[in-house]
T-cell receptor
Framework: DAGITQSPRHKVTETGTPVTLRCHQT?????MYWYRQDPGHGLRLIHY???????DKGEVSDGYSVSRSKTEDFLLTLESATSSQTSVYFC???????????FGPGTRLLVL | KNQVEQSPQSLIILEGKNCTLQ??????????LRWYKQDTGRGPVSLTI?????NTKSNGRYTATLDADTKQSSLHITASQLSDSASYIC???????????FGAGTRLTVKP
């Protein structure tokens, strides 16, 4: 999986609790992305990063924040989880914003 | 409304047969169009990438075509194998931003 790991791989949490998902890469790629995937929808971009401390919002950023303090790590935080955030979350990396993205194995999150 | 529409939603074929998956998009202007394969429980893996000036790209038994005038792309799979069972996702990258648009995918099942 192109040197990308996500943790945790599965998580169950309760509504209103904060949750942080971690994406770690060993490829030294500049760009990192967080997506969510829901049945009947394509992957939707939440946030992305184009360098350390450089991030921007995607299509569905409300309720999510991100941080990138090191090239290899990109964190996604759900500030106060809601049931609508139950989803599968994928991290991806790419060398440039026009090159192929390589995806991690995904994190399955259930918010009760 | 999703800017990338794929058809059919699902498809069942017999091993050894060929099939063609369709992608219609409204993203314009765009810089490239990608096809990904996603096995159940895994992240997507890139199959082909075409710029707006290319009209065909092959990767083994997978051949993607692009008609930028009609805003249509297709993925043709030749001599299908059981391992081709997966979801196939069409992704269009707008020219001037990083927010790639994903189709909802076509779920292909290859039966022996």
């Amino acid at each position: 999986d192109a040197g990308i790991t996500q943790s945790p791989r599965h998580k169950v949490t309760e509504t209103g609790t904060p949750v942080t998902l971690r994406c770690h890469q060993t490829e030294n790629h500049r760009y990192m992305y967080w997506y969510r995937q829901d049945p009947g929808h394509g992957l939707r971009l939440i946030h992305y990063s184009y360098g350390v401390k450089d991030t921007d919002k995607g299509e569905v950023s409300d309720g999510y924040s991100v941080s990138r303090s090191k090239t290899e790590d990109f964190l996604l935080t759900l500030e106060s989880a809601t049931s609508s955030q139950t989803s599968v979350y994928f991290c991806a990396i790419s060398r440039t914003n026009q090159e192929t993205q390589y995806f991690g194995p995904g994190t399955r999150l259930l918010v009760l | 409304k999703n800017q990338v529409e794929q058809s059919p939603q699902s498809l069942i074929i017999l091993e050894g047969k060929n099939c063609t998956l369709q992608c219609n998009y409204t993203v314009s202007p765009f810089s490239n169009l990608r096809w990904y394969k996603q096995d159940t429980g895994r992240g997507p893996v890139s199959l082909t990438i075409m710029t707006f000036s290319e009209n065909t790209k092959s990767n083994g038994r997978y051949t993607a075509t692009l008609d930028a005038d009609t805003k249509q792309s297709s993925l043709h799979i030749t001599a299908s194998q059981l391992s081709d069972s997966a979801s196939y996702i069409c992704v269009v990258s707008p020219l001037n931003n990083n927010d790639m648009r994903f189709g909802a995918g076509t779920r292909l099942t290859v039966k022996p």
